[in-house]
């Protein structure tokens, strides 16, 4: 096959690096670090890099689409092609050049439909884990009593017990599974789970199998949260990936929101009655994500790792807004993959000591790790979970505790909205470095106006702190961390690594909530408070020595930049302290 039937004679030169105005022209960074997959290369091999594509494709059919496959990998190998006297001669059409021009100045417009309606499913995924968290948080108040729980540790154990379970049985499900099955059917399958132990635990008898209950619902809340994230960085272009990833911490703060909202409505209720509809409300949320599930698209990179090739580019010819996009695309994951070894599987033991020994996966790993130890340390599942019971426990009646924390999720769902164009705009490390101290911050205000003596002040005061908290979390730390966990493994062990954070944070979900009651009780709520708002100030100091910033880095652009080592870009952090 010879790149005359598209390109005519004329090859495209390769010291032409200029970059044609359709798009942005690339950071430093993202020129330093291109190392994964790599451009500019002579079109002779760009050819021959095709045809081993078409030949080596084990459900065959790629052939078919050669000429659209080639156009595709020239665009990724050398945008110069779009180049106006090239244009003239043939090379690409004046409308292709017009609908690439449009996908990168308009990066969420210019998405499929079939983008849009993975970005909708993903959405409810996340609202069953925030429903849960805040239902459960106002169910409290009343299951505790019909129970008779009045031990602080099997309070917080019930509350916290299915974080443990998405920890230890969820999150490694899908790191053993992942050959198998794929992101589509994980999800199907964490959906059932969802529905089914939101149900069982509104109608358990007694606390043993309310407990019972929340461990299968912790199983599929595992399996959720490793599998949404990646499927979503998986098959959303690199310019919109960090807002699509954005849209799982949105959602969970808009559950959080709903879930208060429909405790309120329930808490006139009987007693017996009301804890059970909060928590069995949860089931919505899933239901929803299995019915639009049934029809998203499986991850082309899943796809092409496991040899359906063929289904791997129809499915990015479906998920972006033109072919020429998709086949540029696939050429890039194809390659990448290629290149990596991603597509004969790392075993998971070899990736494990990969964690450990290799430079550059260890410096990702930290990254990801400490950020969802800070997503939980940070101290905003104090708030989430047990805010109706700090207002209470402060003199605030159950029915104006639980309205004042729908204000939890919503202002936690409006900043995160915002968040959407500051991600790959601002950046990652400078939100997180912007709203450490806030939030540190606001654990300090609250943590002080729980000793003051009048209700009213104490109330608003109060409040007034949550709200700052939760829209500054919004803004920081609660969507970078998923996005970032997305983003800084390498393609070959992404598939342990992204799960392994989730279950991290799963785990670290559960000692915060399981914890909570006992601390409060032996340090009091405000020194409590106190202790979560020291480690938002130990947090800005880390991030800004060993948090390096991945803004619009792709995916197969981000190995060079972690494999100079934590230790060596930390003394370039320090080297810039020195400087000023």
């Known amino acids: 096959m010879t790149s005359s039937s598209i390109l005519g004679s004329d090859k495209a030169a390769v010291s032409d690096t200029t970059v044609y105005d359709y798009k942005e022209p690339p950071s430093d960074a993202e020129n330093k670090y291109a190392v994964v997959f790599e451009t500019g290369l002579p079109e002779e091999l760009v050819e021959s890099n095709v045809q081993r594509i078409i030949d080596n494709a084990p459900d065959g059919h790629v052939e ?9 990998a020239f665009l990724a190998n050398d945008e110069s092609v779009l180049l106006p006297h090239k244009i003239e001669k043939g090379h690409y059409t004046q409308e292709e050049v017009s609908l690439l021009d449009y996908e990168s100045r308009h990066s969420i417009k210019s998405q499929s439909k079939w983008m849009f309606l993975l970005a909708i499913t993903s959405s409810f995924a996340a609202l069953n884990f925030g429903m849960d968290e805040s239902a459960v948080g106002g169910a409290q108040l009343q299951y505790i009593q019909e129970f008779n ?14 974080y443990l379970a998405a920890a230890v049985l969820g999150s490694p499900i899908v790191v053993l599974l992942d050959k198998h099955v794929g992101r589509k059917l994980f999800l199907l399958i964490s959906c059932v789970i969802g529905v089914a132990g939101s149900l069982w635990q509104a109608f358990s008898p007694n606390m043993a199998s309310l407990l019972v209950a929340r461990v299968f619902l912790g199983v599929g809340m595992g399996i959720n949260s490793s599998v949404v994230p990646m499927l979503i960085a998986e098959s959303s272009p690199a310019r919109s990936r960090g807002a699509f990833l954005m849209l799982w911490q949105t959602f969970v703060a808009t559950g959080v929101m709903l879930g208060s909202v429909f405790n309120r409505a329930f808490v006139d209720l009987d007693p017996k009655i009301s804890w059970r509809l909060m928590i069995g409300s949860s089931s919505v949320a899933p239901l929803i994500c299995f019915v639009f599930a049934l029809f998203i698209t499986e991850s082309p990179r899943w796809l092409i790792s496991v040899g359906r090739h063929h289904e791997a580019l129809d499915v990015l010819f479906k998920l972006r807004t033109h072919k020429l996009a998709g086949a540029r695309d696939f050429y890039i994951i194809y390659e990448s993959l290629r290149k990596v070894g991603e597509i004969e599987k790392i075993p998971v ?9 290799d430079t550059r996966v260890r410096f990702g790993a930290v990254v990801s790790l400490f950020n969802m130890f800070m997503q939980q340390y940070c101290g905003v599942n104090v708030l989430v979970g047990y805010t109706p019971t700090i207002l209470v426990n402060a003199g605030i009646s159950p029915k104006t505790a639980i309205a004042g924390s729908i204000g939890i999720g919503g202002g936690c769902a409006l900043a995160t909205l915002v968040s959407t164009q500051l991600i790959d705009n601002l950046g990652r490390r400078k939100m997180l470095l912007f709203t450490f101290p806030v939030l540190a911050g606001c654990m300090f205000w609250l943590g002080a106006s729980l000793y ?8 608003g005061s109060g409040l007034a702190a949550m709200y700052l908290f939760t829209l500054t979390f919004g803004l920081g730390i609660g969507p970078v961390s998923w ?14 690594g992204v799960p392994l954070g989730m279950g991290w ?21 405000s020194g409590g408070l106190y202790f979560y708002g020291g480690w938002n100030l130990f947090a800005f100091f880390f991030t800004f020595f060993f948090v390096p910033e991945t803004m619009r880095l792709s995916l197969e652009q981000l190995d060079e930049l972690f494999s100079q080592g934590i230790s060596k870009f930390a003394r370039s952090r320090l080297g810039q302290v020195k400087n000023v």
């Open 64 to 72: 078919e689409d050669a000429d659209i496959l080639l156009k595709g």
């Open 149 to 162: 729980i009045t031990d602080a540790n099997v309070q917080g154990t019930v509350n916290a017990i299915p």
């Open 349 to 357: 033991l070899e990736q494990v000591k990969l964690m450990i020994f």
């Open 452 to 459: 003051i003596v009048d209700n009213a002040a104490r109330l």
């Open 483 to 496: 996005t970032m966990n997305s983003e800084v493994y390498p393609l070959h062990v992404r598939s342990f």
């Open 505 to 525: 944070n799963w785990l670290l979900d559960f000692v915060l909530t399981m914890t909570w009651p006992k601390m409060a009780e032996s340090m009091t709520t």
